[in-house]
Each structure stands twice: as C-alpha cells, then as structure tokens.
C-alpha cells in the first residue's frame, strides 16, 4: 500500500513562528499536494507539485510556500505563523492512471497558531 | 473558478433506510472521485467516476456521473452504522492534475 506520512499530528506554534511541515511518500508518486481543512469548507488546495523542484499554486496559496528538493517529500512552509493558519493540513500523493488522478493522503496535521 | 457543492451538509439517517449525497460542480469537468473520512482519520478513496453516464458500485454504496448536469449523487442502500462518516465529492480535468473538493457531507447513521 501507499503510504504517505506526515512528520507531525499535533503542533502548536506562537504567531510569528515559521512552521514546516513535512511529507514523504514512498510509491515514487509524480504528484504530491497540500491542502488544508476547515469545518465547513471542506478541502482546499495550497500548492501542488507534478515533479521534483517543480510547483503550482492552488487556491488558497497566500501565507503559505513549499519545497520539493526530492520526489518522495513535498514541504509545506509558513513563513511566519498567523492566527488564521490554525487548521488541520494534509499532504496527499498521486499519479494519472487510466486518466484518474487518484489521491492517497496522509494522516494530517493539526496546526495550532497561538 | 471552479466550485463544487454538496449537500446536504449534515445527514443523519437511520439504519436501513435508504439515502442520496447530491454533488454538483459549476464548470466542464470530466473527473468526478468519491472520498471517504472516518472521524479523526484521513481520506480514503471510494471512487472515480471517468466519463458521463458511469456508475460504480461497492457494497452499500453507489456512485453515478451526469457531466450534461455537472451532478454526481452517492447513493447508499439500506444504511449500517459502519457507513457513519464524511464523504466528500472532488472533480478535476483530464490532463489537470488538480483536485477540487467540495464541502463534505457528515453523514451519521442512527441504529
């Protein structure tokens, strides 16, 4: 099975902080993600990358930067930690098959900015 | 922008009864998955639903795509509680990796 792991489940940050949060999967996938969930918003995307060193901007990208030096770990970065970046993140991987893209997440993390 | 929308937001339902999550999405798509989230877990995936007309089936549930409506509906038989969860609707377009997700249905099922 594919797994996608994301370094931590629980943080707690200090408004301001740089904040990295990590993932790494290891099925060689193409393309790795990074959204964040909100009660009653459902799933955003902030960044996605289809290959190494290579990014894209999703919706939601403002306050947010990430890093893929590597195929199999995509960093998701907040520069400096605001209030309204408490949220819950998850990282998922995937790769076209049959012309599906279909996702694998990982477990989350819950980010709280104090 | 693309938007999709489910609803309702919140079900809940009881045991045995039948039901339907409608999802609707506001521009061209041809890619239309179905997500599973138990409470405290991630997402996994359900199904993938890849051209107009497709129907897909697992236990329970079942899965249908109308692209000329941009709707797709879930539809879940004779609920069990094992079924408690939230389930979330995502479209995207051949050649566009992106994934777009819509609010999620929390769906609990009452014995």
């Known amino acids: 099975d594919v797994k996608v792991t994301q370094s931590s489940r629980y943080l707690v940050k200090r408004t301001g902080e740089k904040v990295f949060l990590e993932c790494v999967q290891d099925?060689?996938?193409?393309?790795m993600f990074w959204y964040r969930q909100d009660p009653g918003l459902g799933l955003r995307l902030i960044y996605f990358s289809y290959d190494v060193k290579m990014k894209e901007k999703g919706d939601i990208p403002e306050g947010y930067s990430v890093s893929r030096e590597k195929k199999e770990r995509f960093s998701l970065i907040l520069e400096s930690a605001s209030t309204n970046q408490t949220s819950m993140y998850l990282c998922a991987s995937g790769f076209g098959v049959g012309g599906a893209n279909v996702l694998t997440f990982g477990a989350g993390s819950r980010l709280t900015v104090l | 922008e693309l938007k999709v929308e489910q609803n309702p937001l919140f079900l809940s339902m009881q045991e045995g009864k039948n039901y339907t999550i409608y999802c609707n999405y506001s521009?061209?798509?041809?890619?239309l998955y179905w997500y599973r989230q138990d409470p405290g877990k991630s997402l996994e995936s359900l199904f993938v639903l890849l051209s107009n007309g497709a129907v897909k089936q697992e236990g329970r549930l079942m899965a249908s795509l109308d692209t000329k409506a941009r709707l797709s509906t879930l539809h879940i038989t004779a609920a069990v509680h094992d079924l408690s969860a939230t389930y979330f609707c995502a479209v995207s377009n051949f050649g566009n990796e992106k994934l777009t997700f819509g609010t999620g249905t929390r769906l609990t099922i009452i014995p």
């Open positions: 099925m060689d996938h193409e393309n």
């Open positions: 521009t061209t798509s041809d890619r």
